[in-house]
């Protein structure tokens, strides 16, 4: 699929999709303990004298929860709740090593879907024991405290379970509704961390929006409002894959709707699910017919399988489409499928709207797409490929991408030399840069550019060519451990940059002045819609 840069994570939190999979499936496998509640059990703390008692007793206590119907797991640093949570960053990795940690309990009850978390201390005295114990409710994140005993035994087995069968009798309804653990508390407390999630958001701190959003969707797991802002953060961390899973939930929630079969198509697109893209865009056509985002979805997914020819045909279809929504709607948003840029066209004429797409297009870094819709504009109208500004503006856009392929592509062989990664790692993401330096260079191959600047046009196909050349020769060092081959390498990216920059020099000479690069933004980042007219 030809897509702009994809966004880096913004926020410390990942999908947690597997991971709260993983630990649904083992931890609600039994019907009636899901249905009396889950808990996190942390360590019971002591003074170190009485901890073999405190060991007893966090044992004993998640024993009985067990047997009493309840969902009930240890919290320790090595457990694999933990290590499975650590890996996928809803907690520091440092935790791992630490002995207390009750203060993550809050992501960690979100990640593994527990409705509360039991804490607390116990202080041995002559003839009792006391368990000073909290309840912390997941979603609320309300607590209550709770003051236990038991007599002293000699066998301090005997007293861990006196202890044990207090702490179940204690979590009666109304200590759950404390900490709002009970369904309608749950479904309340929702509302309150959606609007945290909100505000997140607004301040683009999406990791901590990501956390509210699952914790709201803890009370209240159908709400679709829920579901699409969870999504939305998802996809503005970079987990696109996460954003199918809770697009998919939505679907299923509201199967008629055809603007979440949009969407969903939309987050398939982005997560490299283009088949399921071309499913979810054609269940939407079925109610929004020649819609012009379900078309160029559908362009989109057919193009990423190979279906070219079909690919084309939807593209024809959404050509025909422009002018008649030129000024109804006044704006046309989501044109750039899974962007949240909106294309203004309500003053610009129907012929003029494949340049200002062109446009729009390159502005978002969406190259290959730019450059057709340009092309298309100046066939249609009878003129020159190009006019010269706008091959400046193409070139711009082009040196950018190749700066970064290259820099991307030092980067990693000095990696791959620190032992950052290894050698079947290296390879495949030295594949993915030579793929996208072998776009490059027959994307500018087949542009057609004036007289004037055929010149400095051809370095940069030169340019191109050699840069993909050089990650060749540096996918075989990382395939045979030729160190020629890295040495040809590195000869063909110092060619590269030389060439490039004669083409930018000839370029500034032959239209007698220093060309300034055209904006770049990254696709679906927040930027403002795009004016037409506004980059020249």
């Known amino acids: ?40 059990v942390f360590p019971l703390k002591s003074h170190w004298l009485s901890q073999p008692l405190a060991e007893a007793a966090t044992a004993a206590v998640s024993d009985r929860l067990s047997h009493a119907g309840y969902t009930a797991t240890q919290v320790f640093p090595k457990s694999p709740v933990v290590q499975l ?6 907690i520091p990795a440092a935790a791992l090593e630490q002995d207390d940690l009750t203060t993550y309990r809050e992501p960690l009850g979100v990640a593994t879907g527990a409705d509360a978390a039991l804490f607390g201390d116990i202080a041995e005295r002559e003839t009792e024991v006391v368990l000073h114990l909290t309840l912390s409710g997941t979603v609320s994140g309300q607590e209550t405290t709770l003051e236990l005993s038991a007599p002293r035994e000699a066998d301090q087995s005997a007293t861990a379970a006196a202890l ?31 609007a945290a999630g909100q505000a997140a958001m607004a301040a683009s701190m999406y990791g901590d929006a990501l956390l509210n959003f699952e914790a709201a969707l803890l009370g209240d797991p159908t709400n679709r409002t829920y579901l699409t802002s969870d999504a939305a953060a998802r996809g503005a961390l970079g987990d696109y894959s ?54 160029e979805g559908l362009a989109l997914a057919c193009k990423a399988q190979g279906k070219r020819e079909r690919a084309q045909e939807y593209y024809q279809v959404l050509v025909g489409l422009l002018p008649a929504l030129a000024n109804s709607p006044p704006t046309l948003p989501g044109l750039l499928a899974n962007s949240d840029v909106t294309v203004q066209l309500s003053d610009v004429p129907p012929e003029e709207i494949g340049r200002e797409l062109g446009r729009f297009y390159l502005a978002q870094g969406y190259l290959a797409q730019g450059v057709a819709w340009l092309l298309s504009y100046h066939r249609q109208g009878g003129r020159p490929p190009y006019d010269d500004a706008e091959y ?39 594949q993915a840069l030579h793929d996208r330096s072998d776009a490059l260079a027959t994307l500018a191959e087949r542009m057609q550019v004036s007289p004037l600047l055929d010149p400095a046009h051809r370095y940069r196909v030169l340019a191109f060519n050699l840069l993909n050349q050089s990650n060749f020769e540096a996918l075989m060092y990382l395939q045979t451990n030729d ?11 110092d060619a590269f940059q030389k060439s490039r920059d004669e083409a930018r020099a000839l370029a500034a000479g032959l239209m007698g002045a220093e060309a300034a690069p055209l904006p770049q933004a990254s696709p679906g980042s927040g930027h403002p819609a795009y004016v037409p007219g506004a980059s020249e």
Do not use: C, H
């Not at 949570?85 to 809803?90: P, Q, R, V, Y």
């Not at 950018?400 to 290894?422: C, K, N, P, T, W």
């Not at 160190?483 to 990216?493: A, V």
């Open 1 to 40: 699929m030809e897509y702009g840069p994809v966004n880096r994570r913004s926020g410390r939190w990942r999908l947690s999709s597997p991971l709260l999979f993983i630990l649904l499936l083992g931890l609600a496998s039994a019907g009636q303990a899901a249905a009396k509640g889950s808990l996190l």
């Open 85 to 90: 949570a650590a890996s996928e960053e809803w």
């Open 164 to 194: 044990a069968e207090k702490v179940v009798a204690a979590l009666t309804p109304a200590v759950w509704a404390q900490i709002r653990a009970d369904v309608q508390g749950k479904r309340a407390a929702a509302a309150q961390r959606y």
């Open 242 to 295: 996460g954003a199918v899973v809770r697009m998919r939930s939505l679907a299923a929630v509201a199967p008629s709707d055809a603007e979440i079969s949009v969407q969903l198509g939309n987050a398939a697109l982005r997560a490299g699910r283009p088949a399921e893209a071309e499913a979810a865009f054609l269940g939407a056509a079925e109610d929004l017919g020649q819609d012009p985002r379900v078309v």
């Open 392 to 430: 400046l503006d193409i070139a711009a856009s082009l040196d950018e991408e190749s700066s970064g392929i290259a820099a991307d592509a030092q980067g990693l062989l000095a990696g791959r030399e620190f032992g950052q990664s290894d050698d079947e790692q290296a390879s495949a993401r030295m």
């Open 483 to 493: 160190s020629d081959r890295q040495k040809r390498s590195d000869l063909l990216r």
